[in-house]
């Protein structure tokens, strides 16, 4: 079997590479269109090209980063010579950066290493660059979403395999029938082959709602919010169920809150998670981005007992050209001792970033983590969702990029995680180098190296990653071999791994596009396999 696998790898490879060099690189370049960013303001980005002909509403735009072009705007309104666009990811831009339209369709891969290689972030300042689009005087209705369809197998020589299937919608139609009337939606629904009666035993376990929910805008300053819905100021409280409003006036906001929390063990809706808030800020435009400065408090209960107490404080800040802050901190206001409650004023969490573009070749960023494990005194949690989410946090980040030439760009990032339980931190170093146009294969070829030290090993990830369209604007396709090695330090034992991936994707129209994505990873004479299927419907 492992042969046949290793002459399937090889054929396939075989006919990339003879696909590969009967492309020219003409295609490449006529098949993008070049525009500046030529106004920014705290929600918008506004892009100016010669001509927007062929760029429709939901396209995507790009920028040129160390995995080639990297989808970076989304597109919501356009003019003939102009974009109105909202950000992707965690995405910084200046004036005059240089933005890149795909005259075609996105293929599906990009998107998806795009987000898999997002730094991680603060949940707020995520947030922060996708928060609602100013509202049109005009009122007019707009409706797109998206439905997918996703299989995921595993499969191995041992048999224990596991076939998963996810279907997901998400939707947001804006001023319906010309009203103030608006709404959202994100659903998922997951299940395994054969386990039908543990979906029928509780639904709740398959079916997520991340969002369902209505906004009506009373006026241009009030607007009323009802459902499940994430508030982008409020973004660390999480999904709120029920009612939420906000008024502006000025350059200040303020809004109030008041409904449950979703159920910590399925995410269904729980009642008895009550929870009330409320927040003020002040956000200002300025020649070269925004600062936006707010604070909320909030509490919490289950069961009519007080469950958490805090405040949280967040500024943003883009007013010093190239240069982006972000800092937010929460003071957890309440505690049991001795099963007596106390008020108090312990600091529970501290984020600190800095992203600063020294020029249009060479960005530094850095962060600073001090989040502490929230203590939560009426909701159970179980040991391993502790560990995970404290193993994520306190550290120290550094990542610096920079682009010697065009079409080649190299970049490294170091940090350090610390608990005063580990026997020693937690160290990272991780380098690439991504050259974007190979000559004659008129590819995209990134090697990287990652090294890590934690408290039970000391591990490192060696990979290259061979990526083009083998037709242009339709069918993409990848290769990407790494391999790992990690020594336990506590034990003898260590774990070698070769891992093969291969990606295709395939767009129909605009509307239509499927992705089929292998890999195989080699243990220890044995061979683990998955395969990734999805297809996606835009509306």
Request: hydrophobic share 35%.
């Amino acid at each position: 079997m492992i042969k046949q696998l290793i002459t399937g790898i090889g054929m396939f490879c075989l006919l990339f590479l003879t696909l590969a060099v009967s492309e020219t690189s003409a295609q490449e370049s006529t098949n993008l269109k070049e525009g500046k960013v030529s106004y920014i303001t705290g929600e918008n980005i506004y892009v100016r090209f010669a001509s927007t002909e062929q760029i429709e509403n939901g396209d995507t735009l790009f920028v040129q980063n160390e995995n080639g072009l990297v989808p970076a705007l989304l597109v919501n309104h356009r003019s003939s010579i102009s974009c109105l666009c909202a950000v992707i990811g965690d995405h910084k831009f200046s004036v005059d950066d240089v933005i890149y339209s795909r005259l075609g369709n996105t293929p599906l891969q990009q998107i998806k290493e795009a987000q898999q290689q997002l730094p991680e972030q603060d949940v707020n300042e995520q947030v922060l660059t996708t928060v609602e689009q100013e509202k049109v005087a005009s009122r007019i209705q707009e409706i797109n979403g998206r439905l997918s369809m996703s299989s995921y197998s595993n499969f191995s020589d041992e048999g224990d395999d596991v076939h998963r299937f996810r279907y997901t919608l998400s939707a947001k139609a804006t001023n319906l029938a010309q009203s103030k009337l608006s709404a959202e939606t994100y659903i998922s629904f997951t299940h395994k082959l054969n386990e039908w009666d543990v979906v029928k035993e509780d639904l709740n376990n398959a079916l997520k709602v991340y969002s369902l929910a209505l906004r009506y805008d009373i006026n241009e300053s009030a607007t009323v919010w009802a459902g499940r819905k994430i508030n982008p100021r409020i973004a660390n409280v999480g999904a709120i169920d029920g009612l939420q409003f906000e008024y502006k006036f000025k350059n200040m906001f303020a809004g109030i809150v008041g409904g449950s929390r979703p159920d910590y063990q399925d995410y269904g809706y729980n009642l008895d998670l009550f929870e009330y808030g409320a927040y003020v800020g002040h956000s200002t435009k300025t020649e070269n981005g925004f600062v936006q400065s707010s604070v909320a408090f909030f509490e919490q209960r289950n069961t009519g007992n007080v469950d958490r107490r805090f405040v949280y404080l967040q500024h943003t800040n883009s007013a010093i050209k190239n240069l982006t802050l972000f800092s937010s901190l929460e003071l957890d206001l309440y505690k049991l001792e001795n099963d007596e409650p106390t008020n108090t004023v312990s600091l529970t969490s501290l984020y600190l970033s800095a992203r600063y573009r020294f020029s249009r070749r060479f960005s530094a960023f850095a962060s600073y983590d001090n989040r502490k494990n929230v203590i939560y005194y009426e909701t159970f949690r179980n040991y391993a969702d502790e560990v995970l989410q404290q193993a994520s946090r306190q550290g120290v980040r550094l990542r610096l990029n920079y682009r010697p030439v065009n079409g080649f760009i190299v970049g490294t990032s170091a940090g350090t995680r610390f608990r005063d339980a580990d026997p020693r931190p937690t160290k990272t170093l991780n380098g690439f180098a991504t050259w974007t146009r190979v000559p004659a294969l008129n590819a995209s070829l990134s090697v990287t190296a990652n090294l890590m030290q934690t408290s039970y090993l000391d591990g490192q990830v060696y990979g290259a990653r061979l990526s083009k369209d083998l037709v242009s604007g339709k069918l993409y396709t990848m290769l990407h071999y790494r391999w790992v090695d990690f020594q336990y330090v506590n034990t003898l034992t260590n774990l070698q791994q070769h891992i093969g991936e291969i990606d295709l994707s395939y767009q129909f129209n605009k509307k239509l596009y499927l992705s089929a994505n292998y890999e195989a990873t080699f243990q220890d004479q044995q061979l683990f396999n998955r395969v990734y299927l999805n297809l996606r419907i835009k509306f």
